[in-house]
T-cell receptor, first 112, second 114 residues
Framework: DQQVKQNSPSLSVQEGRISILNCDYTNSMFDYFLWYKKYPAEGPTFLISISSIKDKNEDGRFTVFLNKSAKHLSLHIVPSQPGDSAVYFC???????????FGKGTMLLVSP | EAQVTQNPRYLITVTGKKLTVTCSQNMNHEYMSWYRQDPGLGLRQIYYSMNVEVTDKGDVPEGYKVSRKEKRNFPLILESPSPNQTSLYFCATHSGTSSYNEQFFGPGTRLTVL
């Protein structure tokens, strides 16, 4: 059973607009969440994280929102830039456990 | 420079020929793990290690072995590779001290088993 779901395999956005990537999870025990970005021929790189005790975390153009009741989180990128074109993975974890559970990823394409 | 290195980066082999993919980190991290990435399946954990001589299965361990004889190295061993192990493999580490366990990934090893 997939515990972390990214239901949109791809997303296309114009430069300057907002990109919204979504992630749903089923395990209510998860207490922190992370987003990773992956370019072709490179490993994933950590982007931003959020604890389950918060509902928002912001870092520059990137903001992650968490809705615990809906078991849903989203990553907002504003404004989107062509260099943001990559695959974005949502991941979830449990405090005290070192493993992460990843979603399948969403490929974001930002066109000029 | 803090980094995770993997070798080889690309490998084409044949069914049944034993191979090892090496992973090395210079960040003195306790925790290391291996993932495979497949189209439509995302990142799935194969094995992980909490410390030297401590390893455990992830979600898809069948057909793989690992060892952690020293802190910096965590090789992935395929004793008898099969075509269904054709995939993109990533090694990852984290310190174990961060609240969010953000993992640092290596550049990946693309394996093709014919």
């Amino acid at each position: 059973d997939q515990q972390v779901k990214q239901n949109s395999p791809s997303l296309s956005v114009q430069e300057g607009r907002i990109s919204i990537l979504n992630c749903d999870y089923t395990n209510s025990m998860f207490d922190y969440f992370l987003w990773y970005k992956k370019y072709p021929a490179e490993g994933p790189t950590f982007l931003i994280s959020i604890s389950s005790i918060k509902d928002k975390n912001e870092d520059g153009r990137f903001t992650v929102f968490l809705n615990k009741s809906a078991k849903h989180l989203s990553l907002h990128i504003v404004p989107s830039q062509p260099g943001d074109s990559a695959v974005y993975f949502c991941a979830a974890g449990l405090s005290g456990y070192s493993t992460l559970t990843f979603g399948k990823g969403t490929m974001l394409l930002v066109s000029p | 420079e803090a980094q995770v290195t993997q070798n080889p980066r690309y490998l084409i082999t044949v069914t049944g020929k034993k191979l090892t993919v090496t992973c090395s980190q210079n960040m003195n991290h306790e925790y290391m793990s291996w993932y495979r990435q497949d189209p439509g399946l995302g990142l799935r954990q194969i094995y992980y290690s909490m410390n030297v001589e401590v390893t455990d299965k992830g979600d898809v361990p069948e057909g793989y072995k690992v060892s952690r004889k020293e802190k910096r190295n965590f090789p992935l061993i395929l004793e008898s590779p099969s075509p269904n192990q054709t995939s993109l493999y990533f090694c990852a580490t984290h310190s174990g001290t961060s609240s969010y366990n953000e993992q640092f990934f290596g550049p990946g090893t693309r394996l093709t088993v014919l």
